[in-house]
């Protein structure tokens, strides 16, 4: 069974560019999430999608991420304009079912410069 | 707002010996917690998760417990060996909101 995939692994842009991050979850998982993790913290999760739908982003700094999951498997995270706080890696998760177990992908790293 | 706590940050033991890992959350209506293993540079790897109706799980060398009443989870590993060396992070999900609250980890150094 194929793990969840995402990508890049890495990623380094200026202030105020704009950056993408895509994550492919484990075929039939129907939650998905978005995590931040600042280095020497735990994830923070920023989203949570049940299928193609929105069930938390309480955590999503609204006015520069955003996420969509289209048709409700693959799933995009951007980020508009970027700024110097943002760097951190960027993990996705999936799990069958909400309060299933999550799986992790490998995680993007970002620098922003 | 439930917060997840885990002391220590930091644990050094010598290879062989048995080891328990804390965590706390601050609100008992939590719906599952979750233990998770990190390597350097790496994703998260789920190692157990114990549903709020459980009191704990096994799986090998490892054993965690679930006490909502008193707010704390522990993470016990037999036997330890270098190879556990890794950082450690619980996270508990929410019975209202589905939030997945982690904290911050217990980083293990098993010396050989």
């Known amino acids: 069974e194929a793990g969840v995939a995402q990508s890049p692994r890495y990623k380094i842009i200026e202030k105020r560019q704009s950056v993408a991050f895509w994550c492919n979850p484990i075929s039939g998982h129907a939650t998905l999430y978005w995590y931040q993790q600042i280095l020497g913290q735990g994830p923070k999760l920023l989203i949570q999608f049940q299928n193609n739908g929105v069930v938390d982003d309480s955590q999503l700094p609204k006015d520069r991420f955003s996420a969509e999951r289209l048709k409700g498997v693959d799933s995009t995270l951007k980020i508009q304009p970027a700024k110097l706080e943002d760097s951190a890696v960027y993990l996705c998760?999936?799990?069958?079912?909400?309060?299933?177990?999550?799986?992790f992908g490998p995680g993007t790293r970002l620098t922003v410069l | 707002k439930q917060e997840v706590t885990q002391i220590p940050a930091a644990l050094s033991v010598p290879e062989g010996e048995n080891l328990v890992l804390n965590c706390s959350f601050t609100d008992s209506a939590i719906y599952n917690l979750q233990w998770f293993r990190q390597d350097p540079g790496k994703g998260l790897t789920s190692l157990l998760l114990?549903?709020?109706?459980?009191r704990e799980q096994t799986s090998g060398r490892l054993n965690a417990s679930l006490d909502k009443s008193s707010g704390r989870s522990t993470l016990y590993i037999a036997a330890s060996q270098p190879g556990d060396s890794a950082t450690y992070l619980c996270a508990g999900q929410d019975t209202g909101g589905f939030k997945t609250i982690f904290g911050a980890g217990t980083r293990l150094f098993v010396k050989a």
């Open positions: 998760a999936s799990s069958l079912r909400w309060a299933d177990t999550q799986y």
């Open positions: 114990i549903q709020s109706s459980q």
